[in-house]
């Protein structure tokens, strides 16, 4: 039997291990991996169980359909920096991607325990699970916020009302088709400090 230390610490080291990789090939998660995935999405915390995040599947030849819808909502935009090399670049790399994830988050306005913000913050804390459970199954991801993320057609043709909803980008999610660049890391001393009570508190 595994000692539980040992089971904790082999998961801990393999979440220190993840990368974002963009270079992704298929196979992706199949059914039953994906499934697995979009629970660990729902273990985010969540105040007042709002459960705001909403996600839309995309795979197969849809996503071409994707590419071909974005990049004329951008382009009809004015955007110019999808110039014609760009628009060959992202088409390319979405050629080979097998699994495309919208993510959006659902608005409660005004809600009397949770501010906006924390219900941001919990559909932020639902991706980073995906993201962390993809690399669990040994598969690549990365969360893209071009193709669109910021033009108001794109939103609404994936079914994220802009009144209702705010459009979070992408994940993509496959086979790395090279192993993640290493990046460094910063220790703990760099962002983390100690703090203790002034007198008289």
């Given at each position: 039997m595994s000692n539980p230390s040992d089971v904790a610490t082999s998961a801990l080291e393999l979440l220190l291990s993840r990368r974002s990789n963009?270079?992704?090939?298929?196979?992706g998660p199949n059914a039953e991996e994906l499934d697995l995935i979009l629970q660990a999405a729902a273990r985010a915390p969540d105040h007042a169980?709002?459960?705001?995040?909403?996600?839309r599947v995309i795979e197969g030849a849809a996503i071409g359909r994707l590419a071909d819808f974005a990049i004329a909502a951008v382009k009809a935009a004015g955007d110019a920096r999808m110039t014609p090399e760009k628009e060959h670049a992202v088409r390319a790399w979405l050629a080979k991607v097998p699994l495309v994830i919208a993510l959006g988050h659902e608005i409660h306005h005004d809600h009397p325990k949770a501010p906006e913000w924390e219900q941001l913050a919990a559909t932020s804390a639902a991706v980073m699970n995906i993201l962390n459970a993809a690399h669990f199954l040994g598969y690549g991801a990365f969360w893209s916020t071009g193709l669109g993320t910021a033009v108001e057609e794109v939103q609404e043709g994936l079914g994220f009302d802009p009144l209702s909803y705010r459009f979070m980008g992408y994940l993509v999610i496959g086979?790395?088709?090279?192993?993640?660049?290493?990046?460094?890391?910063?220790?703990?001393?760099?962002?983390?400090?100690?703090?203790?009570a002034p007198e008289g508190l």
């Open positions: 963009s270079l992704l090939t298929a196979p169980s709002l459960r705001p995040w909403r996600f086979t790395p088709a090279v192993p993640a660049q290493e990046s460094a890391r910063q220790a703990p001393s760099v962002y983390v400090s100690r703090w203790t």
